[in-house]
């Protein structure tokens, strides 16, 4: 008896043409085609029958799950992510290799798969449970329960076309969170709903993993990879480039997917560099000390950092944010431009600029490197390798910089200290008794 | 690939997904596990269908009878087709051809588009494929059901008893379902590889009325070999056994065993065609 409940073996998938997906063809070009083929083979004998670009989505794939491993998938978009959990959910099959898996598979590629907006949310629900395998019996048992977490009320019976977008998803995830499978396949269904709700659905996420379900996880979000799952493995072009401990893993995704920017001109590159987004943009990015534009700052002065930025879609939950990370790569503090809001900002399209100001006192003589990045709720980040610019702190004016060189603390805040004189001879009195 | 190398879990409860290539077993028992869903797609079908028209089931009334009036004005008075009866009034004749008819052409143009139409399915979860044209032509037969008790009531209103051949009805239901669900299967696949086929469709179901004796009674074509050549249009069994079941009209005879080893050819061809092509489906669909 093995612990192993699903495993890929030298596993592939290519498609034919450019392109993500195998075209369909229209039948005119079929016989066009057909039509054509015996005059090209006169005219050229040798040529080979059928050339067209093939791309391998995956190569090489190679995994073993044991009973109750929560594993992460990560990797940028068009890394194969999908498609393995495409070939492992039994959708599509491989071109090569094979995956065995044992028990019962649920998988979820989607939020709200099959629904139909004429339908209400009663009927929808039961839809939706058949179309994820779900039986007849297994939907009236969990009934109650689904519309509970789901939290659409009295909205139960009214057609789902009426709902809105936050209500949709809910009611979706509700249905998908009651599965029941050894086995669950999740596909980045966490980057929708609002904070609060996807607070909810990790929650339920990790309750499933706690319960000794096998769960295969593919997300964005590196903070619930690193909470949720027991390894990680990194996809680039199909293929696996890394596996192990899901912090190690993530950290060193985040650090070579970063965008660099080597000096304050280079700012403007690393912007452009980044991949573009519908609804956001980067303008430019600006560290200051005195008024004056420089990477070298002084740590008894205050930091400015400017970020302009233009937002294109009225968006809730936008936040634009930077982290401070140490030259090991630790981030010492990340801070969002929405920290001091008491409820979820809504941002409406336009031009901004958002100014942070690092204190005075608080780094140490060091380098660090400053991330900025902008993101959506908890979910989606906008800018998922962000802008990172080194900057480096002198010391000015401390008498323990010493202490400082051989300790090599990571932050220097000027801690307030007090000191009090409680009696002239204090240790001469002790003695003397 | 290699399976010399990596020992297999095969045949330890594991199930393997591989490349395969040519022609598949058609999984008739996993369909069955599927019931389920399959009964769910059914009524979605159904469901969405009455929700969306503002006349809702009234469009299930309408239409057959709409249809009658207009065949029976324009084939039967201007154009003089008679029915083979005397007594038999042509209205209820071409009913009794419309009845079938109906549910066929309505499941060849639902189904067509059925696997194209239904693509987040295809690509988001894992399910027999077999699944969608069949809730898409069992969807039909709320229509169907509907339209029989217009038939029902416009036999009545003319004096006209089924006969005992009556018993025999579910037979011929069942028969439709085999001819409808044949060409349904071949045109759901055809329309995934090749996109057009949507667009061939209605010319089809056009063109395939009047190869099928809706308007006209089957004795207008002599018997013999062009009489042969039309029974292997499974349609006019289908509606030449309505005709007899309903009606009390002469019997196909040996007409009919034509019509049924044709409906079996097209039906498991086009079974095995559906269950070779699925495999590209969610990658070209």
């Not at chain 1, 070009?29 to 093939?54: C, F, K, N, V, W």
């Not at chain 1, 690193?226 to 401990?245: A, F, K, M, P, Y």
């Not at chain 2, 029974?231 to 019997?251: C, D, H, K």
């Amino acid at each position: 008896m093995n612990d192993v409940v699903l495993r890929t073996v030298d596993l592939g998938k290519m498609y034919r043409i450019g392109g993500e997906r195998q075209a369909y063809r229209t039948l005119r070009d079929t016989l066009a085609q057909a039509a054509r083929r015996p005059i090209e083979r006169i005219r050229h004998p040798g040529a080979a029958a059928h050339t067209s670009e093939m791309i391998w989505a995956l190569k090489d794939v190679n995994i073993e799950l044991g009973h109750g491993e929560v594993l992460g998938i990560i990797g940028r978009n068009g890394s194969g992510k999908t498609t393995l959990l495409k070939v492992l959910s039994h959708i599509t099959e491989p071109t090569v290799g094979r995956a065995e898996i044992r028990g019962r598979v649920a998988s979820l590629l989607e939020v709200g798969t099959g629904f139909h907006g004429e339908l209400t949310g009663r009927e929808n629900i039961q839809l939706n449970g058949a179309i994820l395998g779900m039986t007849r019996a297994e939907i009236k048992s969990k009934f109650d329960e689904i519309v509970e977490f789901s939290e659409i009320g009295h909205f139960l019976d009214t057609p789902v076309k009426h709902y809105s977008s936050g209500m949709y998803v809910r009611l979706a995830f509700a249905v998908a969170a009651h599965l029941d499978p050894e086995i669950l396949i999740v596909d980045e269904v966490l980057a929708v709903g609002d904070v609060e709700f996807q607070r909810k659905c990790l929650g339920r996420m990790g309750k499933v993993a706690h319960e000794g379900r096998t769960v295969l996880f593919v997300s964005h979000n590196m903070g619930a990879v690193r909470n949720l799952c027991s390894r990680v493995i990194q996809l680039t072009g199909g293929r696996i480039t890394r596996e192990g401990d899901p912090q190690e893993v993530t950290e060193a995704y985040l650090r070579d997917s970063l965008v660099r920017a080597d000096s304050l001109e280079s700012v403007e590159a690393a912007i452009a560099a980044l991949p573009t987004d519908p609804i956001f943009r980067f303008q430019g990015i600006v560290v200051r000390q005195d008024g004056r534009p420089t990477l070298t700052v002084r740590n008894s002065e205050p930091v400015e950092i400017e970020i302009r930025y233009s937002v294109l879609e009225r968006t809730r939950g936008f936040r634009v944010l930077f982290d401070l990370l140490d030259d090991d790569h630790n981030i010492l503090l990340s801070s969002h431009h929405d920290d001091d809001a008491q409820s979820v900002l809504v941002v409406e399209p336009g031009e901004y600029v958002s100014t942070a100001f690092i204190p005075a006192d608080l780094l140490a003589p060091r380098s660090y490197e400053l991330r900025v990045r902008a993101r959506i709720g908890n979910g989606r980040w906008l800018t998922n390798e962000g802008v990172a610019i080194p900057l480096t702190a002198e010391d000015t004016n401390d008498i323990n910089q010493v202490f400082h060189d051989m300790l090599r603390p990571r932050l220097r805040p000027r801690i307030p200290w007090r000191t009090v004189r409680l009696s002239e001879s204090a240790a001469y009195r002790a003695g003397d008794l | 690939m290699s399976d010399g190398a990596v020992r297999s879990f095969r045949g330890e409860g594991f199930r393997i997904y591989e490349h395969k290539n040519g022609w598949a077993a058609l999984g008739l028992r996993e369909l069955w596990t599927y019931r389920e869903l399959l009964i769910f797609l059914t009524w979605r079908d159904i469901l969405v269908r009455y929700k969306q028209a503002v006349l809702g089931v009234a469009w299930a009334f309408l239409q057959p009878f709409l249809m009658m009036i207009v065949f029976t004005v324009v084939f039967n008075r201007l154009l003089g087709v008679k029915s083979p009866d005397p007594n038999l009034p042509y209205a209820v004749f071409s009913f009794a051809g419309l009845l079938p008819w109906q549910f066929f052409s309505g499941a060849l143009s639902r189904s067509g588009v059925s696997l194209v139409g239904n693509a987040s399915l295809l690509t988001k979860v894992y399910f027999p494929r077999l699944v969608i044209p069949i809730s898409a032509v069992l969807a039909g037969l709320v229509d169907f059901a509907i339209s029989f008790v217009v038939l029902m009531g416009l036999m009545a209103a003319y004096g006209l008893a089924p006969t005992w051949h009556a018993v025999f009805i579910p037979l011929f239901v069942l028969l439709a379902l085999a001819t409808a669900l044949a060409v349904s299967l071949w045109l759901s696949a055809l329309n995934v590889l090749y996109r057009d086929v949507q667009y061939l469709i209605p010319f089809l179901v056009q063109l395939w009325m009047f190869v099928s004796p809706v308007i006209y009674p089957i004795d207008k074509i002599p018997a013999g070999p062009l009489r042969i050549i039309f029974s292997l249009n499974p349609m006019t069994g289908v509606i030449g056994g309505f005709r007899w079941a309903l009606l009390g009209q002469e019997f196909p005879g040996g007409y009919m065993w034509i019509s049924i080893v044709a409906v079996a050819v097209l039906l498991f061809g086009g079974l095995f065609y559906f269950k070779r092509m699925e495999r590209v489906f969610a990658d070209v669909v």
